[in-house]
C-alpha cells in the first residue's frame, strides 16, 4: 500500500517547526528518521495531512559533553551514537543499547529523539533514559522546559509530549566512581523487538555496598518501567548478599498488565524479565566491582 495524500512541510529551525505544529494541529505530524512512522502511513495504520521534516533542523542534531551530562540532540541518528567515542566513554549503558536496535540500516536513519518520542514498550532508549534519569528538553510555542524520563512516558506509544511541541535534546547523567552497567534483552531474531529487557545501572561505594542501583524493564508492560521493589532491595546491599535469580523474582513480581502475544504469554514474558534482570545485575555488579 501506499500512504494517504499529505502536504510535505520541511522547516530549518525548531521554532520554525513548532510553529507548524501549532498552525496545523492534530492533522500534522513530525517525522525525523521514519523508520516507525513510514510502515504506519504506507499500511494506513496512521493518516495524516501535513507531514513536519525535521531532517532540515541542523540544530537538533548532535553528541556533546556537557559538564556531569551528555546531551544528545533529538535528531541525531542512532548509527551516529554508536560510532561515538564521546557517549562510549560518557554514558557506557547507551552505547551498549544501541546496537541492539533493529539492524543497521535502521539505526543509519532512526533517531534517538524519534526512538524516544514514539515510546514503544519494548524499545531500548527508553528503558535506558529511565535507568539512567535522564531528562528531555521539550520546546513549544511559548517556550522551553524539561521533563524528567519518569514524567516522559505516560503509557503505550504516548509521552508528556503537546500536540504543539517538538522533543529537541535529551541529557543523560554521568555517572562517576565505581559503576558497572549492563542491558540484556531476548528477542526472536536479531534485530527484533524484545520479548523482554532490562537495563541496569549500579555504583558501589569503597565496601562494596550498593550507594545507587536502578532497574528498567521493558517489554513487560504499556511502556518502559523502573522497578522499584527491585531497587529497594538493592539499596545498601552488599553485592556478595545479593542473589540475582531473586532479584530478577523481585523486580517482576509486582508487574501489571504484562502483555500475551503471538510471541509469549504474560507468564513467559515474566520468566525472560526476570532472567535479563539477573544476567544484567551480574554483569553491572561485576564491572562496578572489577571496571
Known amino acids: 500500500m501506499k500512504p494517504a495524500p499529505f502536504d510535505y512541510h520541511a522547516p530549518t529551525t525548531a521554532e520554525e517547526a513548532v510553529a507548524l505544529l ?3 494541529g492534530d492533522t500534522a505530524k513530525l517525522i525525523a528518521g521514519g523508520q516507525s512512522l513510514v510502515p504506519m502511513l504506507a499500511l494506513r495504520l496512521a493518516v495524516f495531512e501535513h507531514l513536519v521534516d525535521l531532517g532540515r533542523v541542523e540544530n537538533l ?4 559533553r556537557v559538564g556531569d551530562s551528555l546531551r544528545v540532540g533529538a535528531t541525531t541518528t542512532q548509527s551516529a551514537v554508536e560510532r561515538s567515542e564521546v557517549a562510549a566513554d560518557a554514558v557506557p549503558l547507551l552505547a551498549r543499547a544501541t546496537p541492539l536496535i533493529g539492524h543497521v540500516q535502521i539505526r543509519n536513519r532512526g533517531t534517538v529523539g524519534g526512538s524516544l518520542a514514539h515510546a514503544d514498550a519494548a524499545a531500548e532508549y527508553p528503558a535506558v533514559a529511565l535507568a539512567l534519569d535522564a531528562e528531555m528538553e521539550v520546546l513549544s510555542p511559548t517556550g522551553r522546559r524539561t521533563v524528567a524520563s ?7 506509544w504516548s509521552t508528556a509530549v503537546g500536540d504543539d511541541e517538538l522533543l529537541t535534546a535529551v541529557r543523560f547523567p ?4 565505581r559503576c558497572g552497567f549492563a542491558i540484556r534483552e531476548f528477542a526472536r531474531r536479531h ?11 549500579v555504583e558501589l561505594d569503597g565496601d562494596d555496598r550498593v550507594r545507587r542501583g536502578t532497574i528498567a524493564l521493558f517489554g513487560l508492560g504499556p511502556s518502559a518501567q523502573r522497578s522499584d521493589p527491585a531497587e529497594a532491595a538493592l539499596g ?3 553485592v556478595d548478599d ?8 523481585v523486580a517482576v513480581a509486582s508487574l501489571d498488565s504484562v502483555p500475551s502475544d503471538l510471541h509469549g504469554s504474560s507468564a513467559y514474558r515474566r520468566r525472560v524479565g526476570a532472567a535479563m534482570v539477573a544476567d544484567a545485575w551480574r554483569a553491572a555488579s561485576e564491572e562496578a566491582r572489577h571496571g
Do not use: K
Request: charged share 20%.
Open 22 to 24: 501549532a498552525e496545523l
Open 61 to 64: 542534531r548532535g553528541i556533546e
Open 150 to 156: 519518569p514524567d516522559f512516558f505516560t503509557g503505550l
Open 174 to 177: 554521568v555517572w562517576s566512581g
Open 191 to 201: 534485530g527484533d523487538f524484545a520479548i523482554a529487557g532490562a537495563a541496569v545501572a
Open 236 to 238: 545498601g546491599a552488599a
Open 242 to 249: 545479593v542473589d540475582a535469580d531473586e532479584l530478577g523474582q
